[in-house]
């Protein structure tokens, strides 16, 4: 006796975003998203399962990331090494805290590739296009200038090691005069063990690992450097935090 074939149904979680189909601006981010996390595999990238443009609606389906968005757990670094590594760089344009999504397993996927932008050809440092981004994580020539280097998006990492460091969002009107910008309010604080003391996320109590937070502070300030050229690139940044979680995980 053949037992029947019973079809068994497997339910997906999935995340979908919606963009204006109205706007300019909405099409190209969904445009953006489709050509880039289309074509690119990575562990630390978000799957792009799908997308969508049917009756005036623009929609873009996604893995489902079940801890939500990069707050008090790092790092998207592998992800945002691999854009940078590929033949022809990707600028990703926005790295920022809520655009690195956690699975299940605290795994750190970069999400978000409205704003992507392709990389410089080998024989130019830059490429010129319009400002776009969030406030505060924009590296300061390409706000300055419209030029976008590849080392433009290792400044926004290293607001996002500072808004980490100390809790803090990188732009806040209600603190105190001199300190509305996390980024030239923390600056001079990442140097110095002492000096670090007095910025770290005060939720802390002070119960941190010192030598480990000022390797991280340090590491911040060189990805904050005003010069590109002087800033470190995301695989020697990966390669550094990973010497820091070694040495961390051995004492």
Known sequence: MTKPRRKVEVLTVIAVKKLNAESFQGFEEWQ???????????????????????????????????KGSLENH??????LAFLHASDRKVIYRDFKASNILLDGSYNAKISDFGL????????????????????????????????LYVKSDVYG?????????????????????GQHNLVEWVKPHLFDRRKLKNIMDSRLE???????ALQIAQLALTCLENEPKNRPSMQEIVEILERIDSASRET
């Open 116 to 147: 992507a932008k392709m990389g410089p050809t080998p024989s130019k440092s830059h490429v010129t296009t319009r400002v776009m981004g969030t406030n505060g994580y924009a590296a300061p020539e390409y706000v300055a200038t419209g030029h």
């Open 74 to 79: 790092l790092f998207g670094t592998r992800g």
């Open 32 to 66: 953006s998203e489709v050509n880039f996390l289309g074509r690119l595999s990575h562990p630390n990238l978000v799957k792009l399962l799908g997308y969508c443009w049917e009756f005036k609606e623009l929609l873009l389906i996604y893995e489902f990331m079940q």
């Open 206 to 212: 002070g119960k941190y690992p010192s030598r480990s």
């Open 157 to 177: 990492f290293g607001v996002v090691l500072a808004e980490m460091l100390t809790g803090l969002r990188v732009v806040d009107e209600n603190r105190p005069n």
